[in-house]
């Protein structure tokens, strides 16, 4: 694997007639950590993708892998694997035979095929057509010719789509290894949840534009940290307390309140101060989803946006 595991994303935009579908892009996806690209339906993912891979042309701007545009790549297969649709091999052929002529194209051995068969637990279905294969096994079929050249950049085009729980597992085990192997990985997805145990770091894209570069940690952490749960029976006299010492307090059933703005220590001292009874105090732990919608408060345009992506509209 060479060391330039980048992509790199410079002023990129693409306009299909009157639909803006990219509107300067820029952003680094880096080697080591699995980069999660989120946005709702239409928002400019896939078109992203395909024009970093080279199958579309930008209007302006660059998208570079390893420092250079992907038609000035030598060995194309071996800088970047990618999966943009699952279904695109070939119903007739086998597992295996779609992935020989794949390497064969790449002037990669015919061994990198037995790996990748393994590397996905295709092993045992190598033989048999394509056509036959269930969405989970198309998923990996794609993910093998991705992997065929072990390539230091990987680009997943909605690889959790349709899977089942166990399907979903082994994917994200799947980008986390490769991560660790020090490589660059991008994978899209529509819904900010199906990253939660994956992603390391987050592009948030929302009508062709980029409304969020941020690590995953950071996120959770400054979504998390000032949230506590209270459970109190003397729910008026709690809130009263802590509104006065500048703590903002909901109300999250009859006796439970959630309290921002102060730390949990504080919370204590002052309901012990002023003697109001509680049975239980807990820091909370925000989702990804929540995390961002903590952070984009004010970006109704995304949300409503993403609304209509959950609503299947
Ligand atoms: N070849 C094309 N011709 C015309 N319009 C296009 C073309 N490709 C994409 N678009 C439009 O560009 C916008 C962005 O689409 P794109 O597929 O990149 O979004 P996406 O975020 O990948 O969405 P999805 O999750 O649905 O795949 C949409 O409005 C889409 O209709």
């Known amino acids: 694997m060479s060391l330039e595991a980048t992509i790199d994303v410079r002023g990129l935009r693409k306009r299909y007639g009157p639909t803006v579908a990219v509107d300067g892009l820029t952003f680094t996806v880096r080697p080591g950590q699995v980069t999660g690209f989120v946005g709702p339906n239409g928002a400019g993912k896939s078109t992203t993708l395909r024009l970093i891979l080279g199958l579309d042309r930008p209007d302006e701007g660059a998208a570079l892998i390893g420092g250079r545009p992907y038609g000035h790549l030598r060995k194309p297969l071996s800088e970047v694997g990618a999966m943009l649709d699952a279904s ?12 020989l002529w794949l390497a064969h194209a790449g002037g990669l051995p015919a061994r990198r095929v037995t790996e990748v068969l393994d590397q996905v637990g295709l092993a045992s279905a190598a033989r048999r057509a394509v056509g036959g294969f269930s969405l989970g096994m198309r998923q990996r079929l794609g993910i093998a010719g991705a992997l065929l050249g072990d390539p230091p950049v990987l680009i997943f085009d909605e690889p959790v789509n349709g899977l089942d729980p166990e399907g979903v597992r082994w994917i994200r085990g799947l980008l986390r290894s ?14 900010m949840s199906e990253l939660e145990d994956s992603a390391d770091h987050l592009l948030v894209l929302g009508r ?42 909901a109300s999250l059933d009859a006796d439970t309140l959630t309290v921002s703005g102060l730390p949990a220590e504080r919370i204590v001292e002052l309901l012990g101060e002023h003697r109001v009874p509680f049975t239980e105090l807990a820091g909370h732990r925000a989702s990804l989803e929540e995390a961002y919608m903590e952070l984009t408060r004010d970006a109704a345009d995304y949300r409503a946006a993403g609304q209509r992506a959950e609503d299947g509209s």
């Not at 695109?88 to 992935?99: I, Q």
């Not at 991560?179 to 819904?191: F, I, K, N, P």
């Not at 534009?209 to 029976?233: F, I, K, N, P």
């Open 88 to 99: 695109a091999a070939h119903p007739a052929r086998s597992a295996r035979h779609h992935l």
């Open 178 to 191: 490769l991560a660790a192997e020090g490589r660059a990985v991008l994978v899209s997805s529509h819904l």
């Open 208 to 249: 062709g534009r980029l409304l969020t570069d941020t690590g995953v940690r950071e996120l959770l952490d400054a979504a998390s940290g000032g949230h506590t749960r209270l459970r109190t029976r003397d729910r008026g006299r709690a809130m009263a307390v802590l509104a006065r010492a500048g703590a903002r307090v």
